[in-house]
């Protein structure tokens, strides 16, 4: 619900609301690394969006819901069977550009693993 604050005129959100919240799905792989989905309507979206952190490669589907993050290649290979693949059309953040400055050794490391995702 927004209000109009008297002083500033510009729009002001209620903090009386709640955001809705996915469940969360879990599935525990080797090495105690998770892979961790959220459920719409009993089933993963297709993972459409990749990012590098803390030299991993990160995998959403669907906006901030965070399908992976690894730097196992056997562990993003199951993330993306479990998500049931990748969508036809798939982003990428500028962290995918420099990756160095996102924990990875070279860029070409991250390269490497991307494309090992991505065949796999």
Known sequence: MLKTSKK??????????TPKVAKKQHLTIAQNQTIIGSMMNEELKMIDYVAAEDGCIEFYAGLGNLVV?????ETLA???KAAGG?????????????????????????????MAALEA
């Not at 500033?8 to 609301?17: E, I, R, Y």
């Not at 993050?69 to 290649?73: C, E, Q, T, V, Y």
């Not at 969508?87 to 490497?112: H, I, L, N, P, R």
């Open 86 to 114: 990748f969508a036809k059309t798939m982003m990428g953040s500028s962290s995918c550009d420099f990756a160095v400055e996102y924990g990875f050794e070279t860029q070409g490391a991250f390269d490497a693993l991307l």
């Open 8 to 17: 500033t005129k510009f729009p002001t959100v209620a903090h009386n609301t």
């Open 69 to 73: 993050k690894s730097n196992d290649i």
């Open 78 to 80: 199951a993330a993306v």
